[in-house]
């Protein structure tokens, strides 16, 4: 259960007594089912009829969530909850890399849709990417489709536990992060320099001024001292 308590309710001995909603946090991996009353469960709006001071008591059951994330929407996600689905909605043209992080695993069918990039290089003008097998739920990469990959597929996946924490990539002076939530970076800071894809060239471009990064996107960060203006990408 939980330590909360909602404020008193107010009724005479002999009166009804309509329950209220249940306003109190469920405790994780669980949500609200009824309220109790010596041995009977109640809803929210169901009448009891006050005989003596009374107790009601909040009852929890196992949940496990679905949840369907839209490229570039925030959504609310919770670390340690066991989801009973989840599936990435985002159209990727063929042919074209784009950048993903991702708060799960995928299953092995909907992601032989697509393959996945981490850094594992960086001289200067230059970074190299290898293909993974499996990304890692927090991750950095580039990723495309295969070549019978599917336009639009949805990456998913069933009974997974999300993970929000953000595993940076640093190679030689440049890091490559990401980010779940919308960020707006203002990148007059003097002590990054910071870099967004660019599909079309296929190359990280300097940004000077501000830097929009949608959810489930990532970007890239050098030291002030060190960065060329354009990266290529092989």
């Known amino acids: 259960g ?3 308590t ?3 309710g107010n009724g005479r001995v002999g009166i009804n007594y309509y329950l209220p909603e249940c306003t109190f946090t469920a405790p994780k991996g669980k949500k609200f089912k009824a309220w109790s009353v010596g041995n009977n469960e109640y809803q929210p709006g169901d009448k009891i009829i006050i005989r003596s001071n009374t107790i009601v008591t909040a009852l929890w059951i196992d949940y496990t969530p679905e949840i369907t994330i839209t490229d570039g929407e925030e959504v609310t996600l919770e670390d340690g909850i066991l989801y009973k689905n989840i ?3 985002r159209t990727l043209n063929k042919g074209k890399f784009g950048t993903i992080i991702l708060p799960f695993v995928p299953d092995a069918t909907t992601l032989s849709n697509y393959v996945f ?3 594992i290089s960086n001289n200067g003008s230059t970074l190299t990417f290898k293909k993974v097998d499996l990304p890692v739920a927090g991750k950095p990469y580039l990723y495309k489709l295969t070549e019978t990959g599917i336009e639009g597929s949805a990456l998913t996946a069933s009974n997974v536990m999300v993970s929000t924490t953000i595993i940076p990539k640093t190679v030689d002076g440049l890091t490559m992060t990401g980010t779940f939530d919308k960020l707006i970076i203002d990148c007059t ?3 990054k320099n910071y870099y967004a894809y660019s599909s079309a060239n296929n190359e990280i471009n300097r940004v000077t001024k501000s830097l929009t990064v949608n959810p489930f996107r990532t970007y890239f960060t050098t030291d002030a001292t060190s960065g060329a203006k354009q990266m ?3």
Do not use: G
Request: charged share 20%.
């Open 232 to 234: 290529q990408i092989v």
């Open 117 to 119: 990039y981490e850094l």
């Open 189 to 191: 800071n003097a002590d």
């Open 6 to 8: 909602m404020a008193n």
């Open 2 to 4: 939980t330590e909360e």
């Open 87 to 89: 599936v990435y909605n």
